[in-house]
């Protein structure tokens, strides 16, 4: 399996605290675009609209919240 890298802009003294909270931005900013696609994507087949969703990070996997909920 390839290895794949996220790199973040941080010091070098970036604490872990720091690092989690850039990933979790990236990850939140990642899941907005894709479920944006998704919306945009079978909306017109369901005859539906969509006009807001939002994200929750209520759930954790380990130490770092991930999203899991999604309210349209």
């Known amino acids: 399996m ?3 890298t996220l790199h ?3 010091p070098h003294s ?3 605290d720091q690092i989690r909270d850039a990933v979790q931005a990236w990850l939140m900013r990642q899941a907005k ?3 944006t696609e998704r919306l945009d994507h079978f909306s017109p087949r369901l005859s539906v ?3 807001k969703f ?3 990070s209520a759930g954790t996997l380990g130490a770092a919240p991930v999203p899991t909920a999604l309210s349209v």
């Open 14 to 16: 970036a604490t872990p």
């Open 49 to 51: 609209q969509w006009r």
């Open 8 to 10: 973040v802009s941080l």
């Open 54 to 56: 939002s994200l929750s």
């Open 2 to 4: 390839a290895q794949r």
């Open 33 to 35: 675009r894709i479920f």
